[in-house]
């Protein structure tokens, strides 16, 4: 049995999840959000626990046991509470702020770089040099934030570039001077 698939989801106050067939929907405080699980996947609410179940032990049905589970627990955490990603901007004249649900970006470019955020994700510059991507999707805020660090990928001599928060740039030593 999967360790994690058989463990129950619970179900906080103020979420309603609703089963129909494979379609899993769940409505909080933060937003709704749907998903069709495979169709081999048993999903079953009772009372405020949820649980995933398989019809039995082939490969496949094994592998999707724990991944049905964790996708559903991370719905019901994101409409809960929102999933948010910090990043950093780190160089001389780099800066970023939000124009309407536009994050406009001066990333040392001859052109300013500008991201539209998608549906549900809400992006905040608390500073000219911090990004804060938001939002219950837990998927769209990690997607949307690694496409945010891909436009300047921090780099190892001076350290500039948009990097993770919580992320250890390795730094290495520039080239050693001809007898200096």
Do not use: W
């Not at 103020?14 to 081999?40: A, Y």
Request: hydrophobic share 30%; net charge positive; proline share 6%.
């Amino acid at each position: 049995m999967s360790r994690i698939g058989r463990m129950p989801i619970a179900i906080p106050a103020g979420v309603d999840v609703t089963i129909d067939g494979s379609t899993v929907t769940v409505k909080g405080p933060k937003g709704t959000l749907t998903r069709t699980v495979h169709s081999n996947m048993v999903v079953e609410k009772d009372g405020a626990t949820i649980t995933v179940s398989r019809p039995n032990d082939d490969k496949m049905n094994r592998s999707l046991h724990g991944l049905t589970r964790t996708l559903i627990a991370n719905m019901v955490t994101g409409v809960n509470e929102s999933y948010k990603k910090e990043l950093d901007v780190n160089g001389v004249g780099y800066r970023v702020q939000v124009q309407g649900k536009d994050l406009v970006m001066n990333l040392g470019f001859s052109h300013q770089v500008i991201m539209t955020a998608p549906e549900g994700i809400t992006v905040e510059c608390p500073t000219p040099n911090k990004i804060i991507v938001s939002g219950p999707d837990k998927q769209k805020v990690g997607q949307f934030a690694a496409e945010v660090r891909e436009k300047r990928p921090p780099e190892p001599y001076k350290g500039k570039g948009i990097k993770y928060v919580d992320e250890h740039i390795r730094r290495k030593e520039g080239k050693a001077g001809k007898g200096k």
